[in-house]
């Protein structure tokens, strides 16, 4: 009996921790290479180091395509993107070399849910 029992905590423990691989790549919210549609969260802009921002502990990639707005969508050079600053971030999905950001949206402070929404009510972002 007890040798049954041994035996059988393995293939439970595998279950286990496959089960919990799963779990945690559902709650990525898409942040794996490959996912299509485009990432949206704010942050703190952490660091720069050349074309790569840090946000919310995350290195996002700026392109020539990267659209640098203030929060009222008036385009401003990518000089101002510096630490500390609060961010809303529109990326592109993760590739080799990185995830590049699509859009990024300077702001003063924390936006609430509701602020988030209007920002992106416009159809233009939705791409």
Same mark, same amino acid.
Request: hydrophobic share 45%; net charge positive.
């Given at each position: 009996?007890?040798?049954?029992?041994?035996r059988t905590r393995l293939p439970v423990l595998i279950?286990?921790?496959?089960?919990a691989m799963g779990s945690a790549w559902?709650?990525?919210?898409?942040?794996?290479?490959?996912?299509?549609?485009?990432l949206r969260f704010q942050g703190l802009?952490?660091?720069r180091h050349g074309q790569t921002l840090i946000i919310n502990e995350r290195p996002l990639l700026l392109t020539k395509e990267t659209r640098v707005l203030m929060g009222n969508k008036t385009p401003v050079s990518d000089t101002l993107l510096v630490?500390?600053?609060? *961010? *809303? *971030? *529109?990326?592109?999905?993760?590739?080799?070399?990185?995830?590049?950001? &699509?859009?990024?949206?300077?702001?003063?402070? &924390?936006l609430?849910?509701?602020?988030i929404v209007a920002l992106f009510s416009d159809a233009s972002e939705s791409r």
């Open positions: 009996m007890t040798i049954r029992r041994r279950a286990a921790i496959i089960a559902l709650m990525s919210g898409g942040a794996f290479a490959g996912d299509d549609p485009p802009l952490m660091d630490p500390p600053h609060w *961010v *809303v *971030v *529109v990326a592109g999905p993760a590739t080799s070399a990185g995830q590049p950001i &699509k859009t990024i949206y300077l702001f003063p402070r &924390k609430n849910g509701a602020e």
